[in-house]
Structure formats: structure tokens, C-alpha cells
């Protein structure tokens, strides 16, 4: 089951998120690298990259219980509505249902 997006609801405050700029870059500079030191500097830059990547989204439950409220209350007037919209179509329903259980 997919989870929410929620990363539109971020503050704009929030870092940016790895672009190809920064993956052409150290890329680059792994060509580039010519001693083992420098060559260790970019595996760890392609190291900070990558969890960037792999790093999942913090996500709030406060935030997706609020969702989950909303769910239910809209299913339930929903589901008012229809009930309603077949008592008008059909009003012998009720009684049915009542002789049914």
C-alpha cells in the first residue's frame, strides 16, 4: 500500500533534494581524482548522495491520524447521502431492511 506524499506539505524551508547537477558533479570529480585522498573525498560526497536518496521521508502520525479522521467523517456523510437518496428513490427500503434483519 503507498503511502501518502506528504513532501508537498513541507515548509519551503527545507533542504533540496539531490539534483543531477550534484550527481554530474561528483561524478566528475571521481574522474578527476588522482590521489587516494581526494578519491576518498568524492566516495564520501557520492556516500552523503546516495543516503540522500535512500533516506525515506519522516512522517508525521499526528498528520496522517487527522487524514484518517477525515476519511471516516467524509465516508460517513457520504454514506448519509445515499441512504437518504434511496429512502427518497425507494421508501418501502427502510421498511425492507427492517423486516430483513
Request: aromatic share 10%; charged share 25%.
Amino acid at each position: 500500500m503507498n503511502r501518502i506524499n506528504l513532501g508537498r506539505f513541507r515548509a519551503p524551508s527545507r533542504e533540496p533534494s539531490v539534483s543531477v547537477a550534484d550527481v554530474q558533479r561528483v561524478r566528475r570529480q571521481r574522474r578527476l581524482a588522482q590521489t587516494e585522498q581526494e578519491y576518498s573525498t568524492v566516495r564520501s560526497h557520492m556516500r552523503d548522495l546516495a543516503s540522500d536518496l535512500k533516506s525515506k521521508p519522516t512522517i508525521d502520525a499526528k498528520l496522517i491520524k487527522i487524514y484518517g479522521i477525515v476519511v471516516i467523517v467524509f465516508g460517513l456523510i457520504i454514506g448519509g447521502f445515499l441512504f437518504y437518496a434511496t429512502f427518497l428513490i425507494w421508501p418501502s427500503f427502510v421498511e425492507n431492511l427492517k423486516e430483513s434483519w
